[in-house]
């Protein structure tokens, strides 16, 4: 008997991953001049001169072996003061484990947790990776959408009636990526609620819990479902740390031991040196200092985008109070599709935004802006906008 040859083998589970729209707008404006990019999730500013300061000295230290799995024992003290510090929450540095971003720790929940014949409720819209880490586990996906009239917040009654036998987990992330959106206090407490009642696990994606505008405050879940959530943070938007990969996850005791032990055999241990650094960020007020920089900076770029785009036809702004997004609705009479409508501009104003597809069905009709750039070059697209809008 012969077998037939092949080029390769790969995983029939890898095929099921679908490739970012996001990632494919930008290639396609990189073979393009004089493009200005609102699409991009990444703050502009440099990392604060302290954490980087503090990189070095731990280099130079001799911080360049393996850790602990679950993280160098005073980073997570760090964070567990910091909690107690900001929101009042006891968190014990036995249930953190620091991971590669929110992005790691977001793929160690889904892992862990899920597996064929289980369902995850997944907000619609909401970020890229959720629905592509659940493919991976194989569970069934429900998406709830987050409508404009309740503010793209998730509706209890509305999660309520889609919870089955089956369903083990709900992701939400606010500040909300792509919407701007931030939970309420009595959101944070009925969603608790129901996931005691439902006997469901949240996994609440936080790293945008600084960038809040207009009075608006961050609730974190474990403050309102501890034994319930699994929360993912990320040092990349508070300190615009995102290309060191550096986060943490907090987790009920039944589930951080088997998070640790899947983490260990995914990298080991996040990096050495970087982890000391995040000593530094959390514990240093420069580094605090550097945040309230930003945070003031986008609460500028924020007034000046959502004053363009209230005078700019065809575009409809939804009024974030969080991140550094302005998710904007598209004029129906235009009769274009929120793709369609993101390369009109791309080829017409020289300006990337996202189309809200990418982020599930029910962003159709809708683009994401990002603010997170230089106010000369947001002022420049905002320019172009208008005026190739105008020529319609």
């Known amino acids: 008997m ?60 001799g911080y360049t072996h393996y850790t602990p799995n679950a993280g160098i024992p005073e980073f997570r003290e760090a964070i567990a003061e910091y909690y107690n510090d900001f929101y009042k929450v006891d968190v014990h540095p036995d249930n953190i484990i620091v991971t590669a971003g929110a992005y790691e720790g977001t793929y160690l929940a889904f892992q862990s947790l899920l597996e064929e014949g289980d369902d995850v409720i997944i907000p619609d819209p909401a970020f890229v990776c959720y629905v592509e880490d659940a493919k991976i586990t194989e569970a069934g996906i429900i998406r709830i959408p987050l409508r404009e009239e309740n503010g793209f917040r998730v509706d209890p009654d509305e999660l309520v009636e889609i919870i089955t036998k089956r369903t083990r987990m709900l992701v939400i992330n606010y500040p909300n990526n ?34 809040l505008y207009e009075g608006a405050k961050h609730y974190p879940m474990i403050k309102y479902a501890p034994d319930n959530t699994i929360l993912a943070n990320s040092f990349s938007k508070t300190f615009a740390m995102t290309g060191w990969r550096l986060g943490f996850t907090i ?5 951080i031991k088997d ?62 109070k969080g991140a550094f997004y302005v998710w904007a609705k598209i004029d129906p009479e235009l009769d274009m599709s929120s793709e369609d409508f993101a390369n009109w501009l791309l080829e017409n104003a020289g300006v990337v935004v996202i189309p809200g597809t990418a ?5 159709e009709g809708w683009i994401r802006i990002s603010y997170a750039t230089k106010r000369d070059q947001l002022i420049e697209a905002m320019d172009r906008m208008r005026r190739a809008l105008s020529e319609i």
């Open 259 to 320: 998070i640790i032990k899947l983490h260990a055999y995914v990298i080991g241990n996040v990096t050495s040196f970087i982890q000391i650094a995040g000593i530094t960020a959390l514990r240093d007020s420069r580094s605090w200092a550097g945040l309230e920089e930003m945070r003031r900076t986008y609460s500028e770029r924020r007034k000046v985008v959502l004053k363009h785009l209230s005078n700019m036809p065809h575009v409809t702004p939804f009024k974030p």
């Open 178 to 211: 792509p919407t701007g959106a931030v939970m309420k206090k009595q959101d944070a407490k009925a969603l608790a609620d129901i996931a005691e009642d439902y006997n469901l696990y949240i996994l609440s994606d936080e790293p945008y819990e600084h960038f």
């Open 359 to 363: 982020f599930g069905k029910h962003g």
């Open 2 to 61: 012969r077998y037939k040859k092949r080029k390769y083998f790969m995983a029939g589970r890898i095929n099921l991953l679908q490739r970012s729209k996001i990632r494919e707008l930008f290639e396609k404006a990189r073979k393009m001049e004089n493009v200005i990019s609102l699409g991009i999730g990444e703050p502009d500013f440099d990392t604060p001169e302290v954490i980087k300061d503090a990189a070095k000295r731990a280099l130079d230290e």
């Open 251 to 255: 987790a009920p005791d039944q589930i």
